[in-house]
């Protein structure tokens, strides 16, 4: 391959690796990338590999479709037959293939629940739950303590045999009347795509053989963000065999794991080599990014971790004399937000496009203040990650259509757009044929059919129900013939009267704006010629993906800047109790991803670096600079007295 000719040492090194488990501890800005994406042409070119056999891994689509691009280019249509997808996308399809049959009361059409949905069915779950709880709590943790459990592979059964004190019992409780609501309606939620692969395949060695089979090799990306069910995962997957050894290539940095709030366990990575003692090890440290001081500041940081193996960055390309880091204090956050403004208002009078610039912040609360001066500057700018297109009213209302058409089960979708248009079927008539529904052991959506047996429904509501209950078996006869997903999607919209709705409740700014909206949905459906496929896609969405061309600033939070780079990067709030977040002070385990989350931070700049704190923030509150801050200018000083102490 003459891409190797363009790796340095250790880069090639891992391309080129035997096969076996290899972990690759890929720095800032080193080219995992790149590395991740030649280590699939090697193993197609060189060891002569079927691209079906290989199975890659990513934590974002948008990485998977980058992966995707860069392989076609490199290798043509040779890739054909590859599967590369996030961990719940690739678990999607291998529960559509294999769970019907398999898990009782699941059919290859289940809904995907996340959100919305999992925080209703959570709510319902704490309301339905006769024990008292220990002390308050809300339906958002309840779902969070839920989703932890599942992370860590516990069942509602075992979360209550391992309950170490009343509130885990209780959660478990409400766990128990959660997943119950969930097998009801043919649904899993994003944890069980993961748990429910895992126990398939944990169940069933014929499975499980039949997948290893099919995927002998497997690549994972951002190895430090799995959480304990996704290791279990690859680790049966990649399970050695008496005639084939584990081909297994993972790439991460210990150093940028801070998603511990999604479940993400950062030792996972760490104790690689010991979970795999056959493994071989290769560190990339040179960064092709970022600047040799912005590296510097960045190590000052990460080399008090008391959690992970700090490594110290080379940057591939010395450049001379210009300040790459610059530390400034305000007064409080509004004059600290109009000096973020004036530094860029002076990249733009330099020839610098206003696209090159990023400020990154803790919590999105801290862009409103940066908002209102970037606009008195007359600096155009986007906030990133804000409402996902996905997330709006209307787009979810049309899906909710389309659930219910293809699972018949879905109780809570159909709960959304019984009366949506107004048909009758407000809250005390759903909940009549509701108990109809559950006194017959029937769907909600076939109790429909049955409400002129129904006592206590209005003729309205008897009407309304009998109405939508054959307008969902015209579509879903539809669905299984021949018409595709937008014609369908189109169609209800139009025959639901829900178009008709929206021109009656929305003046025509608000309506143009939602037309919009289902157009772009229509668009999106017309990519897809089966109804399965597309609410499959809809539902593994990620808003981590919201690319902008247009010359703007960015505001972000340092969250969603990890992956990304910029030019020049703001990092605003760097005080005690802000980076590191208040929250995080008494807590060991927190402030290390804090600091893990600074060092992503300062890495995402390339040429320029600008870091401020604010003397008071909130109501005067005097505040401190960060400890990071102060780590930052003690490596400064250590450089530079070794630096004169050197003859």
Known sequence: MEQLNHLNPAQRAAVTAPIGPVLVKAGAGSGKTRVLTLRIAYLITHYGVSPSQILAVTFTNKAAREMRERLRGLLGTRIRGLTSGT?????????????????????????????????????????????TPPRMIEADEVLRLISRAKSRMLTPRLMARFATDPLDRFVAACYRRYQRALEQANALDFDDLILTAYRLLSEDPDLLATYQQRWPHVLVDEYQDTDPSQHALIELLTRPTANRPRSLFVVGDAMQSIYGFRNADHSIISRFATDFPD?????????????????????????????????????????????CVLISEAKDSREEAEQVARSIADLQRQGRRLREVAVLFRTRHMSRPL????????????????????????????????????????????TRIANVPARGLGGQALATIAAFAAAHSIPLSEALGHATAIPGLSPRAVEGARRLFALLQRWRRLAAGTMPPDHLLADVLEQSGYMAALAERFDAEELAEARAHLQELLRAAEEHTELGSFLQEVALMTNTDDDDDRDRVQLLTIHAAKGLEWPFVFVVGLEEGTLPHEHSLGDPASLEEERRLCYVALTRAAERLYLSWTASRNRGQRLKPSRFLDEIIAFGRERAGASRATP
């Open 279 to 323: 493994a071989q090890v290769i560190e990339l440290a040179t960064n092709y990014r970022s600047r040799q001081p912005i590296l510097d500041a960045a190590y000052a940081i990460i080399r008090h971790s008391r959690s992970v193996a700090p490594m110290q960055l080379r940057a591939a390309a010395t450049v001379a004399t210009e300040r």
């Open 87 to 131: 961990f719940h996308a690739v678990c999607t399809r291998m529960l559509r293939e294999s769970i019907e049959g398999r898990l009782k009361g699941y059919t290859a059409s289940f809904s995907i629940y996340a959100g919305d949905e999992q925080l209703q069915l959570a709510a319902e779950a704490l309301a339905g739950v006769t024990e």
């Open 371 to 414: 908002e209102q001066a970037l606009r008195h500057a007359r600096l155009p700018y986007v906030v990133r990650g804000g409402v996902s297109f996905f997330d709006r009213a209307v787009v979810r209302d049309a899906l909710a259509y389309l659930r219910c058409i293809a699972n018949p089960a879905d109780s809570l979708s159909l």
